[in-house]
């Protein structure tokens, strides 16, 4: 069988099981599967494949066809510049999320040898990608998963920036190490009972330790803004992403904690999805 025919065939898997991109899907499948890039995929439709791979193929469309994420079938998802390792040990990076990292660079961009801390830091996708940008900030990175930060200093080696990272295994309410001129985080946000009505693709794969904000989807967020208020220098800038409909209560819990707001940003999808704030 050739490229084309087997990607026609589990194209129509896909969309039976209602798969959103089933063709995007079954290309990104086959270029994992022979280890080409997409673009190969596309310019060699006519190319015969082994009765190996088109047996590994058929698999990872089987999986795909169960809503397992392409990013865990993969192992890698592009964020911000750069290509990330992840598993289902961490939160998938999402597009939305770069919007932290846009806010960032635009705030740090003439500052020196700044000291970032990251809270809940997951994959590394955020602060990794400040310290690929700018090569004399250092970072500083805690996670209560001990595999988060495993995958962490991978993605971290691979983008040549480890020498300027520090990593440890921490709940936020016990860390206690250092002052920081920029503190970031992403943390899980997303009320219990609605878990279960998220996509499959999450609900059903994505660490539910990195989505969990207990009952009223502020419990986290409370742990992270009370420790940044004690780690963060005077003046220092505070980025913390929300879910879409907690920008007011997330506001008066940062004013509570003497954070002083410097404005809240819209998502792609025109949602609140971070706030910015200084340590006054």
């Avoid at 990104?28 to 006519?46: E, G, P, S």
């Avoid at 004690?230 to 940062?254: A, H, M, P, R, Y």
Wanted: proline content about 3%; hydrophobic content about 35%; some cysteine.
């Amino acid at each position: 069988m050739n490229i084309s025919l087997a990607i026609k065939k589990s194209t129509k898997i896909l969309k039976d099981k209602l798969i959103p991109n089933p063709e995007l899907d079954s290309e990104i499948l086959m270029a994992k599967t022979i280890q080409k890039d997409r673009k190969y995929v596309l310019l060699n439709f006519n190319k015969s494949l082994s009765k190996n791979d088109l047996n590994n193929f058929n698999k990872l469309i089987e999986k795909r066809s169960f809503h397992n994420p392409i990013a865990h079938l993969t192992k890698k998802k592009f964020f911000w510049n750069s290509q990330f390792f992840v598993t289902k040990d961490t939160l998938i990076p999402r597009p939305d999320t770069e919007l932290i990292v846009e806010n960032i660079l635009s705030l740090t961009k003439h500052k020196n040898k700044i000291k970032i801390l990251d809270i809940g830091i997951g994959s590394g996708c955020i602060l990794l990608s400040i310290l690929k940008e700018r090569e004399n900030f250092y970072g500083t990175g805690v996670d209560i998963s001990k595999k988060c930060l495993n995958i962490t200093k991978i993605n971290a080696v691979n983008l040549k920036v480890y020498n300027r990272l520090k990593l440890y295994k921490s709940d936020v309410d016990k860390f206690t190490l250092g002052k920081y001129d920029l503190i970031v985080s992403n943390p899980p946000y997303i009320k219990t009972y609605r878990l279960k009505y998220l996509e499959k693709d999450v609900a059903d794969f994505e660490p539910k330790l990195a989505l969990n904000g207990g009952l009223d989807g502020l419990s986290e967020i409370r742990k992270v803004i009370k420790k940044s208020s004690e780690l963060i220098k005077k003046n220092g800038k505070f980025i913390l992403e929300i879910g879409f409909d907690q920008k007011s209560k997330v506001i008066n819990l940062l004013k509570k904690e003497g954070f002083y707001i410097n404005s809240s940003q819209k998502d792609l999808a025109n949602n609140d999805r971070c706030i910015v704030s200084t340590k006054i």
